[in-house]
């Protein structure tokens, strides 16, 4: 978990003491590993489990806080975004049943957060970016109001002069920019600790490294953000771009990311990360004072290292170090970042078995890695695996060029049983965990290709808002049924229960594939598409997507009408359009925005988010909306089926929708 006892380290000689203790911390460090204070001999693992929340519409509910304090749980924690939960499981040792242990850890608080978000109208979901998820979600109000969470929007938000640009090309295109870091909270993880003895440190960080491609190829979750096919798994995109504090540095400096894969191999250990971040980056937040740490560790007590830890907490490596101390022991560990949330429990378990099996096997087989494959290459390779997943080619030892699915089925699977061997781990729960991962890389289907093989399959049904929200709808039934991903059927329009949940806000059915123009194009233009398009009206915009009008039929009726306006030759968009159309925003309820064109006399409206044109809704829509409800009615009769409380109501108590 991350921490949240945080200081202020702004300037000054706030910051100059925080950074003295940090100092001090590294020194501390340093002598514990010199005098052998660190616990060895024993591995241990850990697993934090994050997830999201939905409520009866399948969309982003805010609970999370309150089913934290519902569940009372001292495992749990809350997360950056209202709409998140995460869980710190229990540490064990590797061996034995600890994987069926943890799997069984992870159905009992899922299970439990289950039952109390159900009391908040809500249920949990394991994916790693909720797809039903929009921009109007990320706004400051959905922050879980932590000192932590604030200082740190603040902080990053001042280093980023106020922007974040998310730019991430797919098979679509996304060009995002947001004002907050709650972009960051998109991410749904499974974060795997693995305990290390310090001696071996440095090769073993290696073959995280090495690994982290194939294994983030196989389990990637995450291919759909907004409504837009980008890398199989954006999370890693979207971490790296939005964390980023550089700044405008210049073209000529290389700059490092606090969100990084790193920029070489290990060669000595543990210290030599550390140092190299204290070194790079400057801390965000200071932490709590403690008794000097080289005092106690001259007393052979081992510190807390809060310092060193709050630093830590605002590095973001993708195999990250951790310092800990469990029963007055102090112990360090290799902290994987890399993986989703999801599909199911049982997906992530077996992710978790591949991922440990080739932890302790491979350094005993690999030799020196740094005499085997240049670094750029393991980079390179993690950066392929999340944009194409188990499609990725890479580039592994001696030069070899293997595609992920073949490496992970001919060498790393039965390498990662070898390892689950050595480890002690009981044969049946090894045959069972890595019997999903191989059928899982030999079908080709982890999650996110079930994504968007269902994206796929619904293409030219519903609006974009009820594709998405079926895909939400079908992975929580999905998951409930306990089926590994790979055999998942892919996911069909129908699945997201009472459609008419699909129509309660504007941005759940406005179109967003809009044909627009300029205030200085030519009217002609205007007819022209809506001749081609067979549409009523064209929005106007300006180069950066601002609404600045609206032509419609009847301004282009105007013009025929007056000869005195043909008479004048060519005419722009600017000459005739509606410079102040009604506009609403996606959040407005469907009652509303009816009520709204009714007064108004308009038959469509724009639909604007912050300032700039998304989308657009009109009467087509509206009837479209009226004949599906008869429809539904004449073939079920009136639906008993109350709205969710979060739904818009009229003064009479009805579901606009």
Not at 423 to 437: E, K, Q
Not at 485 to 498: K, N, S
Not at 595 to 605: T, Y
């Amino acid at each position: 978990m991350g921490v949240h006892q945080i200081g202020q380290t702004d300037s000054g000689p706030g910051h100059r003491a925080a950074m003295q203790r940090l100092l001090t911390d590294l020194r501390a460090l340093e002598a514990m590993l010199d005098r052998g204070m660190f616990e060895t001999g024993i591995t241990r693992l850990g697993a934090e489990q994050e997830l999201a929340f939905v409520d009866r519409a399948w969309q982003p509910a805010m609970v999370g806080p309150e089913v934290l304090e519902a569940l009372d749980e001292p495992r749990a924690t809350c997360e950056i975004g209202r709409f998140n939960l995460e869980f710190n499981c229990t540490p064990r040792e590797f061996t034995g049943s600890c994987l069926r242990d943890l799997h069984r850890e992870l159905e009992e608080l899922v299970g439990a957060a289950t039952r109390a978000a159900a009391k908040l109208g809500a249920r949990p979901i394991l994916t790693g970016i909720l797809p039903t998820l929009t921009p109007e979600h990320l706004s400051l109000e959905a922050i879980t109001p932590k000192p932590r969470y604030l200082t740190l929007n603040e902080r990053i938000t001042a280093l980023r002069n106020g922007r974040y640009d998310l730019r991430i090309r797919g098979t679509d295109t996304l060009n995002f920019t947001h004002d907050n870091i709650m972009v960051e909270a998109l991410n749904t993880s499974l974060q795997l600790h693995y305990q290390v003895d310090p001696d071996r440190f440095a090769e073993t960080f290696n073959v995280a490294q090495l690994i982290a491609a194939p294994v983030l190829a196989a389990c990637a979750n995450s291919p759909v953000l907004f409504g837009k096919r980008l890398w199989h798994e954006n999370r890693i995109a979207i971490f790296e771009q939005i964390v980023d504090t550089t700044g405008d540095a210049p073209v000529e400096r290389d700059v490092l990311k606090r969100v990084r894969f790193g920029e070489k191999w290990c060669e000595s250990g543990v210290l030599e990360l550390y140092k190299a971040d204290v070194a790079r980056f400057r801390s965000l937040f200071g932490a709590e004072h403690e008794e000097d740490p080289m005092a106690l560790v001259e007393r052979g007590i081992a510190p807390r290292l809060a310092a060193l830890q709050a630093h830590n907490s605002t590095m973001y490596r993708w195999n990250r170090p951790c310092y800990g101390v469990t029963g007055g022991k102090p112990h360090l560990r290799i902290e994987n970042r890399v993986l989703p949330a999801g599909p199911t429990i049982l997906d992530e378990v077996a992710g978790t078995a591949l991922w440990l099996g080739l932890m302790r096997r491979l350094p005993e087989t690999m030799g020196d890695l740094r005499e085997r494959m240049a670094f750029e290459h393991a980079r390179a390779n993690f950066v392929n695996a999340a944009r194409q997943g188990m499609d990725a080619q890479l580039r592994w030892l001696d030069d070899r060029s293997v595609s992920a699915r073949a490496l992970l089925l001919d060498e790393l699977i039965p390498a990662a049983k070898e390892g689950l061997a050595a480890a002690g781990i009981d044969v049946a729960d090894a045959d069972l965990y890595l019997g999903v991962m191989h059928d899982r890389v030999d079908t080709g289907r982890n999650g996110a290709r079930w994504m968007l093989d269902s994206v796929a399959n619904m293409r030219g049904q519903g609006t974009r808002a009820e594709r998405l929200t079926t895909l939400t709808a079908a992975t929580c039934t999905r998951q409930e049924s306990g089926a590994p991903g790979h055999e998942w059927p892919i996911a069909e329009l129908h699945e997201a229960g009472v459609w008419k949940l699909h129509y309660a806000r504007v941005g759940q059915y406005m179109t967003t594939d809009l044909f627009t123009v300029g205030p200085d194009e030519l009217i002609d233009l205007a007819a022209s598409i809506m001749d081609w398009e067979r549409i009523r009206h064209v929005p106007v915009e300006d180069d950066q997507h601002r609404l600045v009008g609206l032509i419609s039929y009847r301004c282009l009726l105007r013009l025929i009408a007056d000869p005195n306006r043909r008479a004048q030759g060519e005419i722009c968009v600017a000459d005739i359009m509606n410079p102040n159309p009604l506009t609403v925003s996606p959040e407005t309820p469907t009652l509303e925005a009816i009520e709204l064109m009714k007064a108004r006399g308009a038959s469509c409206v724009p639909v604007v988010a912050n300032g700039k044109l998304v989308g657009i809704v009109s009467e087509h829509d509206y009837m479209r909306i009226a004949g599906r409800l008869l429809e539904e009615q004449l073939r079920t009769g009136p639906d008993p089926t109350p709205p969710p409380s979060d739904a818009p109501h009229d003064a009479a108590g009805n579901n606009p929708a």
